[in-house]
């Protein structure tokens, strides 16, 4: 399945959807890291474009979902964090940005977002 899903990834056109090659992978084998890799890179692509394009729903559902394939990735951590920022959702902004942060990531908008969050959107006690 995965031979599938990489031909229809890298040579695929327009309405092609390798993403559900992958998912038949996974209901296979759950632990099939290829497919986990390629449905995180596909869903982060297009959660990144459903932010610019204003589509908070269908982005959320996106990232969240490429975030449950791969739950330490820091460019989806940072990028949901980056999305609820721009939503104005400062406290789950601060929630992605602290998990982002103690995941090893270094973005300097991600410490300086956190410092100027609300205590309360970050666990800490005023």
């Known amino acids: 399945n995965d031979l599938s899903g990489l031909s229809v990834y890298y040579g695929g056109g327009v309405g092609t ?3 559900d090659v992958f998912r038949a992978s996974l209901e296979i084998d759950p632990n099939d890291h290829n497919a986990r890799y390629y449905l995180a890179e596909i869903l982060l692509a297009r959660g ?3 932010v610019r394009w204003d589509l908070p729903e269908a982005a959320e559902e996106e990232l969240l979902e490429a975030l449950s394939y791969v739950p330490m990735r820091l ?3 940072l990028s949901l964090a980056d999305a609820y920022f721009e939503w104005d959702d400062q406290e789950k902004a601060a ?4 998990r982002y942060i103690q995941a090893g990531g270094a973005a300097p908008r991600a410490f300086e977002r ?3 969050a609300p205590t309360e959107s970050i666990g800490v006690n005023p």
Do not use: C
């Open 17 to 19: 959807k390798p993403e």
């Open 114 to 116: 956190v410092k100027t």
């Open 95 to 98: 929630e992605f940005y602290t």
């Open 48 to 50: 990144k474009r459903d």
């Open 75 to 77: 460019d989806i951590l």
